[in-house]
């Protein structure tokens, strides 16, 4: 493959990046064949000793968002970032959607469990105004229960859910390491 092969595909996979970063990455690139041209290689031995430039792109897309994931966490930015990461191979789409899923899931239904107890007592005040002769205090007293139990729930699930997607995005961090082959050197 020769030089400009290399940076056409190079560049195709980045045009999700923003130009300063497509030109930043560029003329890093730039400067490994120029290194590489004083050492008197060919751009052929150049271009297959940094590899194949749409996996290139791949882990250089990834690791873009995991950084903006980290600056601002946002479902957006989370989103791109999952996407960024599974992108990096189909191993990923097992190994960091499954578990994506389950804990979206958790969160998802931790919330609807919370926002369910709150408004209980609506449910008594509905039933009540449809069956007035069926109105029990117990029922009262259990809605009121429910709303002080939600209230708890409600506000564990917002640490979680921060605790959860700042793991999330660690974890994510951890499974682009690995299909790199980062932690050999940690």
Same mark, same amino acid.
């Given at each position: =493959?020769?030089?400009? &092969?290399?940076?056409? *595909?190079?560049?195709?996979?980045?045009?999700?990046?923003?130009?300063?970063? &497509?030109?930043?990455?560029?003329?890093?690139?730039?400067?490994?064949?120029? =290194?590489?041209?004083?050492?008197?290689?060919?751009?052929?031995?150049? !271009?297959?000793? @940094?590899?194949?430039? &749409? &996996?290139? !792109?791949?882990?250089? @897309?990834?690791?873009?968002?995991?950084?903006?994931? *980290?600056?601002?966490?946002?479902?957006?930015?989370?989103?791109? !970032?999952?996407?960024?990461?599974?992108? @990096?191979?189909?191993?990923?789409?097992?190994?960091?959607?499954?578990? $994506?899923?389950?804990?979206? !899931? @958790?969160?998802?239904?931790?919330?609807?469990?919370?926002?369910? $107890?709150?408004?209980?007592?609506?449910?008594?005040?509905?039933?009540?105004?449809?069956?007035?002769?069926? $109105?029990?205090?117990?029922?009262?007293? =259990?809605?009121?229960?429910?709303?002080?139990?939600?209230?708890?729930?409600?506000?564990? =699930?917002?640490?979680?859910?921060?605790?959860?997607?700042?793991?999330?995005?660690?974890?994510?961090? $951890?499974?682009?390491?690995?299909?790199?082959?980062?932690?050999?050197?940690?």
């Amino acid at each position: =493959m020769t030089k400009d &092969q290399f940076f056409k *595909e190079l560049q195709v996979g980045l045009r999700k990046l923003p130009s300063e970063e &497509q030109k930043d990455i560029m003329q890093d690139y730039e400067e490994h064949f120029f =290194m590489g041209m004083e050492e008197r290689k060919t751009e052929e031995e150049i !271009a297959h000793s @940094l590899g194949s430039p &749409q &996996q290139i !792109a791949k882990e250089l @897309l990834a690791t873009y968002h995991l950084e903006k994931v *980290e600056n601002t966490v946002s479902t957006g930015n989370i989103f791109r !970032a999952l996407w960024a990461v599974i992108g @990096l191979g189909f191993f990923n789409m097992v190994i960091v959607l499954g578990p $994506f899923i389950a804990l979206v !899931a @958790l969160i998802v239904s931790g919330w609807i469990v919370g926002g369910s $107890f709150i408004l209980s007592p609506l449910l008594v005040i509905v039933d009540s105004i449809l069956q007035p002769s069926g $109105f029990a205090f117990f029922q009262l007293f =259990m809605s009121i229960l429910l709303v002080g139990l939600g209230i708890f729930i409600v506000i564990g =699930m917002f640490y979680l859910t921060k605790f959860s997607m700042k793991g999330f995005v660690s974890y994510l961090k $951890f499974n682009a390491k690995l299909v790199k082959g980062g932690l050999k050197n940690d």
